[in-house]
């Protein structure tokens, strides 16, 4: 421990919290169940963010790929005595990545992955050539390149950097394809896969050991976040998160990755993401404690008991629905410490 | 009142409640406040809607165009002594409005408008076509008809009949368009409108009235649905739908309309929906409580207090984020007699 921790409080940031509401809560909880006085904090670029109006304190800071972000998110943690960073968004991880020793060098673990392990997961070409190179089956992809005279139909057309399903066009020809790659911007071509969708959460410890892997059916998807979907105890998809969180170098913290399971058998991976998941809520609620092993890490303590690995409910179906925090219009507009303190998770 | 009923006691019916745990819970509320013993009940045709397990009872029933569809909803009436149904999709609408006499004469109110006004708020085009024989400002579209050889691109390209922006696809030229009129099923087109884009939810009395009208300007949109929007006091919106709700035969209940607000102060109206508002939370966060009023209604009083009207917060803010109902996969499955009754609001 490099700063002298005060006694039983323990403070999490929430960085880009954006409307993860539920794993503000999640922390919120875990901090109480292990019997600290826990605050959680929250730094957004939009006071709309409705983390902003229900964390213990919320602060604007600039988007961050400003220059200005990882020392604006230091201050905070000055501040507040913040002890673990848990980044949520893409476009942040680069950053906090780089910037992780600095942090540790003022006592706050930050809950991410190497540069390297981020750099793969960032870029879908790269995840694509990552995998292949480590044998992870993949699905077949053209980016900058002429596409060969025979494309088995229909294709998915997206964003080389997108995320959200922001931007995806389903071709089912030439002709439609065409269309689409002269008006994406960066776009990548990949087969339309067949098979059953899954989102693997999975839980990599500061030493490199996958302690969980949580596969859920994503039964039905909005805004391109799964809303119902349900824990499968499916062997194959868990060893292969557990293979997968041990070849990326320094993984670190909750991932997930994303794959189709063929009839054959096959899991093809489209993608990996060096954060909690959108729909990780579902395999908290499932048992895997994610929250407690990130708060344990940052207390010194390293999480290495075998038995969680597939220690949670199989069959456990999340059902998502609307709520909503209101305020008034004056509160979003930000008063001069650009700071509000008098939230409640 | 055609049925006796018993004394301190009121059920509402939620049809095809799906995700709207928000406007049951409100319904919940309204009930407790009122002083009576209230019973929420959730039809649907599937047991993965959301609502379907935080109900008193839940039945899963026929979708609602099968032709059972009616007998199985007045079954679930009589079983559970239903006071009101308040329909929530589209596509029930015209089902319960050619219906409403008979579940009346059961001592059902159904809070829906008359067929002929169901009818209107359907088609796109019947909606173009009465909004403009009524003098309401609405936006230039073409349907089914050759487009003249002039039109001013952006164009929005969407099926007639859609919801939710489902298939809904900005053109930039011709060749966009033509692209698009291709591959959507019973397509139309219309230019694409600037100004701000507003949702105003009201109330019609049985006598026609519009009780309350309570616009929001969307702030964000998410998957069809506004998922950040701010209640607004302006008068021209309140009074287009006090128009709006006296002109359309036979009215009734909650309702809302679309529009652009534009920068010459004309509100064209893109569409009219004879159901509450996915976003009417918000309304009732400012103080228009359409719950208690068709409540009112079912027991036969009148709701005619013209302060109402604007009686409700100017710049109450609604920030939306994801919460979920945690199942077993086996509570799913369907047991003998298709009825669930230890749900919880």
Chains 1, 2 share one sequence.
């Not at 409080?9 to 901090?31: D, H, I, M, Y």
């Not at 968004?89 to 991410?112: K, Q």
């Not at 066009?169 to 098979?195: H, N, S, W």
């Amino acid at each position: 421990m490099p700063t002298v921790r005060q006694q039983g409080k323990f403070t999490v940031l929430l960085s880009s919290a954006g409307r993860r509401v539920a794993l503000l809560r999640l922390f919120c909880q875990t901090l109480k169940h292990l019997g600290f006085e826990g605050r959680l904090v929250v730094a957004d670029s939009s006071r709309t963010a409705p983390t902003f109006h229900l964390a213990n304190s919320s602060f604007q800071v600039p988007p961050c790929l400003d220059p200005s972000f990882p020392q604006a998110v230091l201050d905070i943690c000055r501040r507040e005595g913040v002890d673990l960073i848990v980044p949520t968004i893409d476009t942040e991880l680069p950053v906090y990545a780089a910037h992780r020793d600095s942090f540790a060098s003022e006592g706050v673990l930050v809950a991410v992955s190497s540069q390297e392990t981020i750099d793969i997961c960032r870029d879908k070409v790269r995840t694509h050539s990552w995998l292949g190179e480590h044998g992870f089956p993949t699905v077949e992809q053209w980016c900058g390149v002429p596409l060969p005279s025979y494309v088995p139909f229909p294709v998915i057309v997206k964003p080389r950097h997108g995320s959200a399903s922001v931007g995806v066009c389903r071709a089912q020809d030439r002709e439609e394809m065409e269309f689409y790659l002269r008006r994406i911007k960066d776009p990548m071509v990949e087969i339309e896969l067949t098979g059953i969708e899954y989102t693997v959460n999975f839980y990599v410890s500061r030493k490199g050991r996958v302690v969980s892997a949580v596969p859920h059916q994503r039964m039905e998807v909005r805004a391109g976040e799964v809303s119902k979907g349900v824990t499968v105890k499916h062997g194959g998809l868990m060893e292969t998160a557990r293979r997968l969180g041990e070849a990326l170098p320094q993984a670190f913290g909750a991932m997930n990755f994303q794959c189709f399971l063929g009839v054959d058998g096959v899991a093809r991976i489209t993608e990996i993401n060096g954060r909690f998941g959108g729909g990780y809520p579902l395999a908290y609620h499932a048992g895997a404690d994610f929250p407690r092993w990130l708060i344990e890490a940052a207390l010194g303590r390293e999480v290495d008991r075998p038995e969680y690995f597939d220690q949670w409910d199989d069959g456990c179906t999340m059902l998502r629905y609307d709520d909503a925090v209101y305020v008034k219009k004056s509160e979003l507009e930000p008063p001069n410490d650009r700071v509000r303190q008098s939230g409640h998770v």
